[in-house]
């Protein structure tokens, strides 16, 4: 097992979430615990549930900040708020619908970029719908650790890409030669959309979270372009 907790990390969690009354809990109480976090900074991206109630509660009980935004300006502006705020060199991007999530899991995202064996890393929840190993979407995953210098220069796409943001920064870190590691999460859940949501409200959102991604290519063309020609392969995948 991978240790850091004797490290003076400077990383920063950064999770977003929009209506996520039901989850929200769980999973900054999971964060708060994970020892090798210097900050948890949380975006409550203009919910119309109690997702931003939730959070005022909880925030009595453990530290965390708190950022609740009036209305709902999409998943991009909300992790370009975060990296703004984050005092850390290191950030850690977590769903907020997770459950089960470990300090281990931390140091699995963390440590390759910490040791320059990675400039990013992809996690893949081991307890969800599709499979880590045979998952076309993998490069999506909202589980994702970088330096933080490494995004700052995207900032300002990042906030208008909504659901684009990951294929943002992806088409990034391709375009400048950054290599890009996927990591196994154990025992960390993330539901599908359709386990949380009613089939037809569930494709409606996958429908817009394609149309989002596909406008964020072609208004950053000479970044795919770029990204395609220095393709590199990606490191490998860690399955234990």
């Known amino acids: 097992m991978i240790k850091l907790n004797n490290m003076k990390l400077q990383s920063t969690a950064i999770i977003c979430a929009y209506n996520e009354e039901n989850t929200i809990e769980n999973i900054l109480r999971d964060v708060s615990k994970v020892v090798c976090f210097n900050e948890v ?26 950022v609740h935004l009036l209305k709902n300006r999409g998943k991009g502006f909300a992790m370009a708020k975060g990296t703004e705020l ?20 931390a140091e699995k995202l963390l440590y390759p970029v910490i040791n320059n064996k990675a400039d990013m890393v992809l996690g ?3 307890n ?3 499979p880590s190993n045979i998952n076309p979407f993998k490069n999506l995953s909202g589980q994702r650790a970088l330096k933080k210098r490494d995004i700052m220069p995207i900032l300002k796409k990042m906030e208008t890409a909504g659901y684009g943001v990951e294929t943002l920064i992806n088409m990034r870190f391709k375009a400048n030669y950054k290599t890009v590691e ?6 960390l859940t993330h539901p599908s959309k359709f386990q949380k949501a009613k089939p037809h409200k569930a494709i409606k959102e996958f429908i817009m979270e ?31």
Do not use: W
Not at 44 to 51: I, P, Q
Not at 56 to 61: G, R, S, V
Not at 182 to 187: I, K
């Open 41 to 66: 900074i949380v975006i409550n991206d203009g919910s119309k549930d109690k997702t931003g109630k939730r959070i005022k509660e909880l925030k009595e009980l453990i530290t965390f900040t708190d």
């Open 124 to 126: 893949q929840p081991t």
């Open 182 to 187: 996927y990591v196994s999460l154990e025992n």
């Open 86 to 105: 984050a005092n850390g060199d290191y950030l850690v991007f977590i769903d907020a619908d997770l459950s089960n999530f470990k300090n281990e899991h």
């Open 210 to 240: 394609g149309c989002q991604i596909v406008t964020t290519m072609f208004s950053n063309l000479n970044m795919a372009a770029k990204s395609n020609k220095n393709r590199i392969p990606d490191i490998f995948i860690i399955n234990n």
């Open 128 to 130: 969800t719908l599709i």
